[in-house]
């Protein structure tokens, strides 16, 4: 077990301090009612039983008041056993939704790094398995084994206060029976977070299978997707067995143990009757009696079964540390580190003076805060510097060169080459998804490394090549490029990106819930809102990622001049395999091997019959 995760999970639960005090108390009077009716039972028996065999004519007021006072002791046991297990679903929920809320919380602020190291299935299992299973930890095990725990020390002291031979022999026993149980549980143990381990693994391939379920039909892949399947879950299969091989049988083995101790503890004590062995107890010395045997029989009973109880629980509680591990291993991840103190602002221009105002202008400018309490203001134009950059994913592959590019205020420039050349970690760079090697990126003028990066990417729209589309109303699904904007912008966004007349051939328009990421539109209509989603944030810089790729010829010739309209007046990046869509950029940038090889217009790049040449006229294949 690790202590700083138990510490951790602790601090959780402790949020709901005094339903914990309540729960603790409710264990303790449900102990105290476990113990004191098998104490009852001896009085019962000695005092109210006994007595009754003895005489001619019985009376059993006595002892029918006796048996009522021994149901209430029951029907106390039992409601406050019941009480507390209702109280620990309440506080299990409440721990794990707050942890949910954190997990979700952080996973915003992590870098897109993360994303592209761990398959979707994976960070799906933390809030799924890892939290079911400390929902069953919290609720269930932690509490029985914590009753278990008072009940055992309570039982012990009944214990020698009935009878201290007795006891001896009861201890001599359970430490042998623990030897074989701790045998029995180790063996286990160590599997259980491998267990959690596979599961999110199964996962993660069962999701990357429903998402890819066309391309592996397309490709008759069904079978080595199944072999595949197979051997990861052959794999779940080995550490769920080796985990819960013994931790099934140990249930067992401490009931049949506890039988066994049960007719010892009959022999033992019948023999020391018999020879009239005096006995010693913490109430002093005299005869063992029929009543203190029976006593000592219920009391042998309620001290094994609680140890088997936290036995077995432990296993549970094992399980659910291993899923607290992996959930706390996430929120220990690094979010992205924001230095940058330069925002974004709306901004009024009077007489080349910039002034900051509260409500939207359609004019932006940046807010520089300075050391000494002053604030200067710089109008955003859209000018985007890249000097000499460096860049690779890995500190040992450099993907990007001694790269250099710069967009003046409202040029188109365009970046082609083949898969590969680094088109796209361009775009992710200046977008501070990724933090270059080496080399300056400027904004305006300003060290991108300078602009908080929210305030960054409000002013970067982006189109990207694989269109993601959120469950809710095609209206809604525009309006995320802009929460507040209203829905006459969003129709006119969509009018921009030739998309309103498709979505009024809708059953609701766009009052049409979406849902499966758009599974029920083609691929160029997702295209088409993605593009309306980008024009409606109204950005003065954009960034199109293959933006008309998965649209006809003809739809993307009428997408192209919405899409001249949308670029008018804006800074524009432009990644393309399709060269009769980047003819018109004010500069041309070929890429290869992480290099800018060519530069310039197409005309330009036309008559220098290089790179560009090549992959315009087709002598040579884009990819």
Wanted: hydrophobic fraction near 45%.
């Amino acid at each position: 077990m690790d202590k700083s995760t138990i510490k951790r999970l602790l601090s959780y639960v402790m949020r709901y301090r005094a339903k914990v005090l309540l729960v603790f108390f409710c264990i303790i009077i449900s102990s105290m009612a476990n113990v004191g009716s098998a104490l009852f039972i001896g009085i019962l028996i000695d005092d109210y039983i006994s007595p009754l065999l003895i005489q001619a004519e019985p009376v059993y007021t006595g002892l029918i008041k006796a048996l009522v006072v021994m149901g209430l002791i029951y029907l106390t046991g039992m409601m406050a056993t019941l009480m507390y297990n209702r109280i620990m679903v309440s506080v299990a929920q409440g721990v794990l939704k707050t942890i949910r809320d954190e997990m979700f919380e952080h996973m915003q602020t992590l870098p897109v790094k993360y994303f592209d190291t761990h398959t979707h299935g994976d960070v799906m299992s933390h809030y799924t398995n890892d939290t079911d299973t400390l929902r069953q930890a919290i609720a269930q095990s932690a509490p029985q084994t914590v009753a278990s725990f008072f009940t055992v020390a309570a039982v012990f002291i009944s214990m020698l206060v009935t009878s201290l031979w007795l006891s001896l022999f009861v201890v001599i026993f359970v430490v042998f029976m623990m030897k074989i149980t701790k045998k029995v549980a180790s063996m286990s143990g160590k599997y259980f977070f491998k267990q959690q381990q596979s599961l999110a693994d199964v996962n993660g391939y069962i999701e990357e299978m429903i998402n890819g379920q066309k391309v592996v039909k397309v490709f008759c892949h069904e079978e080595r997707a199944k072999e595949k399947f197979d051997e990861k879950n052959d794999e779940l299969c080995k550490n769920a067995y080796e985990a819960n091989k013994f931790a099934n049988i140990l249930m067992p083995i401490m009931n049949n143990m506890g039988f066994l101790l049960y007719v010892l503890v009959a022999i033992v004590g019948g023999a020391l009757a018999i020879r009239g062995v005096k006995n010693i107890s913490l109430k002093g010395t005299g005869i063992l009696t029929l009543g203190a045997i029976a006593t000592f029989l219920q009391l042998s009973r309620n001290f094994v079964n609680p140890i088997g109880q936290i036995s077995q629980q432990l296993n549970m509680v094992i399980m659910a540390l291993a899923g607290a591990k992996r959930i706390f291993s996430l929120l220990d991840e690094k979010g992205e580190i924001d230095e940058g103190y330069v925002t974004l602002v709306n901004a009024k221009i009077n007489g080349g003076q910039i002034t900051e105002s509260d409500s939207p202008t359609g004019t932006w400018a940046w807010k520089h805060p300075h050391g000494d309490g002053s604030v200067t203001y710089t109008k955003l134009r859209g000018e985007v510097l890249l000097d000499h950059v460096d860049f690779g994913y890995t500190e040992n592959k450099i993907v990007l060169k001694d790269v250099s590019v710069f967009a003046d205020e409202g040029q188109k420039v365009a970046f082609v080459g083949a898969t590969g050349a680094g088109k796209t970690t361009i775009t992710n760079l200046i977008n501070r998804f990724y933090d270059i090697a080496d080399g300056k990126i400027r904004y305006d003028g300003i060290n991108i490394n300078k602009i908080k990066k929210a305030d960054l990417r409000h002013s970067l729209g982006i189109v990207l090549q694989d269109t993601n589309l959120f469950t809710g109303t095609v209206m809604e699904n525009i309006r995320y490029g802009r929460l507040e904007a209203t829905d006459e912008e969003c129709i006119a966004a969509a009018k921009l990106a030739n998309a309103h007349s498709f979505i009024t051939m809708l059953p609701k328009g766009y009052d049409t819930v979406i849902s499966g990421n758009g599974s029920d539109l083609s691929q160029g209509q997702r295209q088409l809102l993605s593009i309306a989603r980008a024009a409606v944030a109204n950005p003065p810089v954009m960034i199109l990622d293959e933006a008309t790729s998965s649209i006809d010829t003809r739809t993307e010739a009428i997408v192209q001049k919405g899409m001249d309209s949308l670029m008018q007046g804006r800074t524009v990046f432009v990644i393309a395999h399709r060269l009769s869509t980047v003819k018109n950029s004010d500069v041309i940038m070929v890429l290869e091997n992480g290099k800018i090889i060519e530069r310039g217009t197409h005309h330009q790049l036309v008559e220098k019959r290089g790179k560009y040449y090549q992959l315009y006229t087709g002598a040579f294949e884009l990819e």
